[in-house]
């Protein structure tokens, strides 16, 4: 034991190297040990993270900076995880993360949005999540540490009560509200979105801040659960233009919905055409559908096709 304790300083100094070293050996790893291997790296960093997260949050709220805590913990995971797996990023409109208080939304892949999380998210904002991800261990206690917004979906009345109370918080603490407005992982094969749930727009009516969308492009070039491959690679982020609120009520919260989705989706798709040469024919054939019309209120017969074609798509496994 005690020649244990010894080398310890030896084993900590040992650290960054295996951290340089590390992208360079995984990347010659035949696809599924490469892919196996970067998959338990990630997990690693997560379960890292949470722990020092907690204490980072610690630190900060007794330096009264509870509000920096998801940015430094976001930012330090995405290079902890992104390195070694061999992903680096293209940040377009990141001038924009500037604007808050915002309502943050951003289309939801798989687990391994972590990453992308990390890479861009604001400063001076919290994450809405499931009530549900509270009980993980040490990620629980992070996330109630960092002032996270968990939400109750069984329980209708307190999901109300929550958020009201992140509208008060927002407005005192000047934050922003990260919410992923799928509900769920898409895990879709194609540069799709699933229809948007409505909680993140009443919000952002509600408080009357702009809605922040961040686009992050289909990475099944970098990652891709279900033929085990990770090989890394470049992962475009676009931060969008905000979208104001300002004077707008309950009854333009599917206008504000059906914007936001609309001019996501056609980021999303002018990022696959120039990831994976999609054709100029095809490029047309995927224009996203017409946005709802202020006055009548009601979802185009084209959203309504591709909302029916989404739900019939192959899913990636995760």
Known sequence: MSLSIANIPYYLAALPIIYLVLPSVLAVLPQKPQFLLKCIVV???TLLMSVLGCFISIICAILD?????????SRLFSHLAAKPCGVTYRIVGEEHLNTYPAIVVCNH???MDMMVLGRVFPKHCVVMAKKELLYFPFLGMFMKLSNAIFIDRKNHKKAIESTTQAVADMKKHNSGIWIFPEGTRSRLDTADLLPFKKGAFHLAIQAQLPILPIVAEGYSHIYDSTRRSFPGGELEIRVLEPIPTVG???DNVNELMERTRNMMLQH????DVYTH?????SAKSLSPPTATSPSSGKTSASSVGQDEAVKKRKTLKD
């Open 277 to 281: 040469g999609t054709t100029e024919a």
């Open 65 to 73: 900076k509870r509000y920096a805590i998801n940015y430094i913990v």
């Open 268 to 271: 999303l798709k002018e990022m």
């Open 248 to 250: 707008m009520t309950a």
């Open 109 to 111: 892949q798989s687990s």
């Open 43 to 45: 997990l690693l960093a």
